[in-house]
């Protein structure tokens, strides 16, 4: 099942890219001071003279600590609140396999069982969260309980390991 949980790889990639050129450009400082020729790339000598003589309840550096706590709380709750699923998972006949299907194919199947009522014209389904939301077109008819009827029929075959809503909004 760990494998149909959705990864949260962008905000990783973009931290672990600012860590890494931040310690790339540390390591370059460190060992060109080392070697005698500092790159001097971080103004490290004016930073120290500010931070020597401002105090920690100055406007700018409450201001920094403000802006750099609102970028972490960001980035956890982006890793901590979870993604996009990249597959339904579904259970096969064997109970050690599981398998997965896309969302939008599971959407489209559910639109096709809802095209199959009389009285719809077409039909669109998308996933939203835990429910998928299917829209038909209808004639003109009140067909809302008898498409919900045939998505839901639809959803038991596939036996998913999850249970998902189903919302019907039918337009004419």
Do not use: C, K, N
């Not at 993604?83 to 639109?111: K, Q």
């Amino acid at each position: 099942m760990r494998a149909f949980r959705p990864a949260r790889r962008v905000p990783a990639v973009v931290v672990a890219a600012l860590l890494a050129v931040g310690s790339l450009l540390l390591l370059l400082e460190i060992v060109s001071g080392l070697v005698g020729r500092p790159l001097r790339w971080i103004p490290y000598d004016r930073m120290l003279a500010w931070a020597s003589t401002t105090s920690w309840s100055d406007p700018l550096v409450l201001l920094g600590a403000a802006v750099v706590t609102l970028i972490g709380v960001a980035l956890l709750l982006s890793a901590l609140v979870p993604g996009r699923p990249r597959m339904v998972p579904v259970r096969s006949g064997d109970p050690d396999l599981i398998i997965g299907l896309r969302p939008r194919s599971v959407a489209r199947a559910l639109a096709h069982a809802a095209e199959q009522v009389p009285g719809v014209r077409s039909a669109r389904g998308r996933l939203r969260g835990q429910t998928f939301a299917v829209t038909p077109t209808t004639y003109g008819g009140d067909v809302d309980q008898d498409v919900r009827g045939a998505v839901l029929s639809r959803l038991a075959g596939y036996d998913l390991v999850h249970p998902y809503r189903v919302a019907v909004r039918g337009r004419r």
